[in-house]
């Protein structure tokens, strides 16, 4: 710094600086004007990343003026988002003057989103952590009803909103009724409320389809749309969604994760409601068709019914001619079955008259026994007394005339008691043979014998004789039911003969 003279057109009293020296004054004036740290907010632009430095060099500026700044690598480690333009920030550094360029700069320490920044950065954080789980792909979004019964609207009373949906709503179908919901659409207080709506819709009857509804508005008016517990509820929903925020530049994450997204509620309405107009164009033309599909059918029916009446006259000449043939067949079977049962009947009389009754058979088995045992005893007693007149003989005393003579004569007597020794044995071998077998033929014509394998004799009453097929009991008469160690008192309820079905079922019928 010097003083120059009155010489050269500058006056002596001017001081005349160097740029060294007027950039070192400005930065001492910066420092003592603005001693320590400062917070500024603007928005960021030209943002730059050095590498391999890691510093940051960016403008950050507003709707009237702009500031350079630097954050250098060891204070963009403690960033928790990437700066980028056209994000708005608050930062906190020290205004300083780089005197190589003579730019007054700020070197930030720390930066923070600020505004619609902070918008921006939490769409990015929730969307990030949807995309993570798989809840942002098309294949989730679930397909609108085509014809829906009954629509829920989520909006505000007192919003422009409710009326638009509501006219086109009235213009498309006036037949589906709409629900209103009513939620703040904006504010601190309106996320909770669309919750506690979307919870609401579940339990309306007959509800297939929601929608949430609101008129324009700013940018930071949309931060509400950007929360993850109002995300979550939406994709909670049992029924589809339709978002209609009311922009068409900005989109929120409601708008991600809901099953359709459109600009305003008048293009929602016009997606919901299917055109009646329309519906009734396609009907009257389905009718149509349906008039010239049914007049076509009719007449191959009716060629087809003609067809099937001959063919039925056939089929019943035909059925007419085995019904007959089965009704003479039907005839010979019953001369058949008559005449045999005639011829059984014969044969059964001629078999029951030639049955000999076991008391019967018996007394003739023991009759037979008593003259058998007859005629043995008279033969035995003719042996004996053939066998004593030989023995007298031979006992008698010899006299002298008779000896000549007595040795043949003992010799007969030798082979006549061999001969009566031998008849006896055979007689009696006869016998016994004889006897045993009518004793076997008396044992299994015992009456009592079937008692001993469980069966029962009926006797009635007092002795009177056995029950039998030949001597029915009649209802109400009282029987005596006796086996082997076992008597028991019976009352007759009811008597029927037994026989067998065609298909081997018993069969029975009350007499």
Known sequence: MKEEGSGGGIAKSVTVYTVSELAGT?????????????????????????????????????????????????????????????????????????????????????????????FHLEFRRVREILSREGLLSPERKRPLPPMPRK????????????????????????????????????GAEAAPEIIRALSLVGSLPGVDLAVIARGGGSAEDLWIYNR?????????????????????????????????????PTEAAKKVFFDAHVLLGLIDRSRKRLGELIVGRKGRESVRLLAFRIATGTLSRRLSRAHLGVVRAQDRLTVRVRDGLTKRSGDLASLKSRVIHPYRRLAGLLGNVAGQRETMVRIVREILGKAHLDHALCSRPLYREDLIGAGP???????????????????????????????????????????????????????????????????????????RGLAMELEVDAVWPLGERKDGNEEREDL
């Open 26 to 118: 400005i930065r001492l004036g910066l420092d003592q004007i603005f001693p320590g740290l400062l917070v500024v907010e603007g928005e960021l632009s030209n943002v730059k990343l050095s590498q391999p430095a890691g510093h940051y060099y960016f403008t950050l500026k507003d709707s009237a003026s702009s500031l350079r700044g630097v954050m250098f690598r060891g204070a963009s480690r403690s960033l928790t988002f990437v700066p980028v333009d056209g994000l708005k920030v608050v930062l906190r550094g020290r205004l300083t003057y780089y005197e190589p360029r003579g730019d007054i700069q700020i070197v930030a320490e720390t930066m923070e989103p600020a505004g619609l920044g902070l």
């Open 151 to 186: 629509v829920a609207l989520i909006t505000s009373p007192q919003g422009a909103a409710i009326w638009d949906f509501l006219r086109i709503g009235d213009q498309q179908n006036r037949l589906v009724p709409i629900v209103v919901v009513p939620a703040r659409m904006q």
């Open 228 to 264: 993850e517990d109002l995300a979550r509820a939406i994709l909670a929903s049992p029924v589809p969604v339709v978002t209609a925020i009311g922009h068409e530049v900005d989109v929120t994450v409601a708008d991600l994760v809901a099953d359709l997204r459109v600009a305003t």
């Open 409 to 483: 004569r003992r010799l007969e007597i030798s082979r006549r008691r061999f001969g009566l020794v031998s008849g006896i044995r055979r007689s009696l071998g006869a016998a016994r043979e004889r006897q045993a077998l009518l004793s076997v033929l008396l044992r299994e014509s015992d009456p009592e014998r079937p008692l001993e394998r469980g069966f029962f004799i009926l006797e009635r009453e007092g002795g009177r004789g056995l029950a039998s097929a030949e001597n029915l009991p009649v209802r109400g008469e009282r029987l005596r039911a006796r086996s």
